[in-house]
């Protein structure tokens, strides 16, 4: 979902007020910052991918000279608020992380 020119502003509002760096890790330049969209990463877990499964919105902060792009959580932001559906969805996905937490682990090279 693409911001609007209000969610723009409490975007750049939000990082001045948080004094959120404008330099860039991987260029290493103050270029300016572009914004970009309200976006959701899938979350695999053993077995693949579980679509209905919790997801947290998170907004694209994009270099405007390398193009590395940086993700920040939506809700704390202003830009996304959580409604029906979702906070069930959200529920279920805490329930089922929990869950997964108390499941032995090992890590494979």
């Keep these: 979902m693409a911001l609007d020119q209000a969610q723009q502003r409490l975007l750049i509002e939000w990082m ?3 004094k959120i760096s404008t330099q860039c890790p991987a260029c290493d330049t103050s ?3 572009l914004p970009g969209d309200i976006v959701a990463a899938p979350v695999f ?3 693949g991918l579980h679509l209905g499964s919790d997801l947290t919105p998170m907004v694209e902060i ?3 000279n ?12 202003g830009l996304y608020e959580k409604r ?12 089922q992380r ?8 090992t890590i494979s090279a």
Excluded: L, M, T
């Design 62 to 64: 994009i270099c405007d």
């Design 45 to 47: 877990k053993p077995g």
């Design 16 to 18: 001045e007020r948080k």
């Design 98 to 105: 929990k869950a997964d937490r108390d499941k032995p682990f």
């Design 31 to 33: 270029h300016d910052w």
């Design 66 to 77: 390398c193009g590395y792009v940086r993700f920040f959580a939506a809700a704390p932001i």
């Design 84 to 95: 029906g559906q979702d906070e069930r969805c959200e529920d279920r996905g805490r329930a």
